[in-house]
């Protein structure tokens, strides 16, 4: 890996010489990761005019599951607790004859700002933008392994809690147990708060679970994802509990089903991200469900759950191969329930077989 981090630091550096920055300090934690492999919490990685530091706010410390620094980098730790790494790298720019430092400042706070123009008065400071987050956004073959692997990871643990009695149980309980199976399975933890949406609840984007406890005739929406190795993915499905389901039932998920297929059968490398969600969004739209939709139909994974590319009506730019995303359209009835479906798949050309789904639990609407 230590070559995968030596050339992703010097696509950044060609970016920031080119925007006319001799260095860059990048300080996101995510950004951070991705340049320099697993590093402390708190630590920075600057990149220098006469080297690369990761300045740490204390020695690295053995994670087997989550990895340690590029070997490449050297490792500058604060001797002493409770300073700032940022402030310490722009330091450290001055002392190599630096005169020039890009830095994120959608990440830095002003407080820090004011601190780094404090210890290095002479340093030219520059916006850095998401140059590290665009660079992201198109993953190699070694990060959608580990996409690969966490999917398989939760399905695992959705498919194991199905196949437990759900009548009673409450929404928190069952997350929390879905939780600890994601752990048991080589996760390095949920890669976001699980939800689990019971009845009225259901098909809401980004339910809290409550006490309230599963019913029979319920739809049952579950969304989770596994970390693993840092990377995040995300499967989202919607059953129905104990009995035969109603006929409004299977006809709003079979609505949201077919807008998920056509979501997911738009990717392709060259498609408008905005025309992946206008695939998934007519359907709903045509079916009268035009009124409180969510604000996207999915959006790209990896060190974050979150992440560029967006799937929305306003969203600017093209897919390219290699982008992992999430198509999870969805239906909420206030106070009857509704349906989640949201898969991870990446992008792939049709002569590779087209896009890849990485999240394999069946979508058929089950009675559970």
Same mark, same amino acid.
């Given at each position: 890996?230590? *070559?995968?981090?030596?050339?992703?630091?010097?696509?950044?550096?060609?970016?920031?010489?080119?925007?006319?920055?001799?260095?860059?300090?990048?300080?996101?934690?995510?950004?951070?990761?991705?340049?320099?492999?697993?590093?402390?919490?708190?630590?920075?990685?600057?990149?220098?005019?006469?080297?690369?530091?990761?300045?740490?706010? %204390?020695?690295? *410390?053995?994670?087997?599951?989550? /990895?340690?620094?590029?070997?490449?980098?050297?490792?500058?730790?604060?001797?002493? #607790?409770?300073?700032?790494?940022?402030? #310490?790298? =722009?330091?450290?720019?001055?002392?190599?004859?630096?005169?020039?430092?890009?830095?994120?400042?959608?990440?830095?706070?002003?407080?820090?700002?004011?601190?780094? @123009?404090?210890?290095?008065?002479?340093? @030219?400071?520059?916006?850095?933008?998401?140059?590290?987050?665009?660079?992201?956004?198109? &993953?190699?073959?070694?990060?959608?392994?580990?996409? @690969?692997? %966490? +999917?398989?990871?939760?399905?695992?643990?959705?498919?194991?809690?199905?196949?437990? !009695?759900?009548?009673?149980?409450? *929404?928190?309980?069952?997350?929390?147990?879905?939780?600890?199976?994601?752990?048991?399975?080589?996760?390095?933890?949920?890669?976001?708060?699980?939800?689990?949406?019971?009845?009225?609840?259901? /098909?809401?984007? %980004?339910?809290?679970?409550?006490?309230?406890?599963?019913?029979?005739?319920?739809?049952?929406?579950?969304?989770?994802?596994?970390?693993?190795?840092?990377?995040?993915?995300?499967?989202?499905?919607?059953?129905?509990? /104990?009995?035969?389901?109603?006929?409004?039932? !299977?006809?709003?998920?079979?609505?949201?089903? #077919?807008?998920?297929? =056509?979501?997911?059968?738009?990717?392709?490398?060259?498609? +408008?991200?905005?025309?992946?969600?206008?695939?998934?969004?007519?359907?709903?739209?045509?079916?009268?469900?035009?009124?409180?939709?969510?604000?996207?139909? %999915?959006?790209?994974?990896?060190?974050?759950?979150?992440?560029?590319?967006?799937?929305?009506? =306003?969203?600017?730019? &093209?897919?390219?191969?290699?982008?992992?995303?999430?198509?999870?359209?969805?239906?909420?009835?206030?106070?009857?329930?509704?349906? @989640?479906?949201?898969?991870?798949?990446?992008?792939?050309?049709?002569?590779?077989?087209?896009?890849?789904?990485?999240? !394999?639990?069946? &979508?058929?609407?089950?009675?559970?």
């Amino acid at each position: 890996m230590s *070559e995968v981090y030596a050339s992703r630091r010097t696509r950044l550096r060609e970016r920031c010489n080119a925007a006319g920055s001799a260095a860059a300090l990048v300080s996101r934690p995510a950004n951070v990761r991705y340049l320099a492999g697993a590093a402390p919490q708190g630590a920075v990685l600057l990149l220098g005019r006469l080297e690369d530091l990761l300045v740490c706010p %204390g020695p690295p *410390e053995d994670r087997p599951g989550e /990895g340690r620094p590029d070997d490449a980098l050297r490792v500058h730790c604060l001797p002493h #607790a409770g300073g700032d790494p940022a402030v #310490a790298a =722009a330091d450290l720019l001055t002392a190599q004859g630096g005169d020039s430092l890009a830095i994120e400042e959608h990440h830095l706070t002003m407080v820090r700002h004011r601190e780094l @123009r404090s210890v290095a008065p002479r340093l @030219r400071l520059a916006d850095l933008g998401c140059a590290v987050e665009q660079l992201r956004v198109v &993953k190699d073959e070694e990060e959608i392994s580990c996409l @690969r692997i %966490g +999917a398989e990871i939760a399905d695992q643990a959705l498919g194991e809690l199905l196949e437990s !009695i759900l009548v009673g149980r409450t *929404e928190r309980h069952l997350a929390l147990e879905l939780e600890r199976r994601l752990v048991d399975h080589g996760a390095d933890g949920p890669a976001f708060t699980t939800s689990v949406a019971t009845g009225p609840n259901s /098909g809401r984007r %980004g339910h809290r679970p409550t006490d309230r406890r599963v019913e029979e005739g319920d739809f049952l929406s579950v969304c989770l994802g596994a970390a693993y190795r840092g990377y995040r993915c995300e499967i989202g499905r919607t059953f129905v509990i /104990g009995t035969s389901p109603a006929d409004w039932q !299977i006809a709003l998920y079979d609505l949201v089903f #077919a807008a998920q297929r =056509a979501g997911r059968e738009s990717l392709a490398p060259g498609v +408008a991200c905005r025309d992946v969600d206008r695939a998934a969004r007519q359907i709903l739209d045509s079916a009268g469900y035009a009124e409180g939709l969510p604000a996207l139909t %999915g959006h790209g994974v990896g060190l974050e759950i979150e992440e560029d590319p967006q799937l929305s009506p =306003a969203a600017m730019g &093209k897919l390219d191969a290699c982008v992992p995303v999430t198509v999870e359209p969805g239906v909420h009835l206030p106070g009857r329930g509704g349906v @989640r479906i949201d898969d991870t798949l990446v992008v792939r050309p049709e002569a590779d077989g087209g896009p890849e789904l990485l999240t !394999i639990t069946t &979508k058929e609407l089950l009675a559970l």
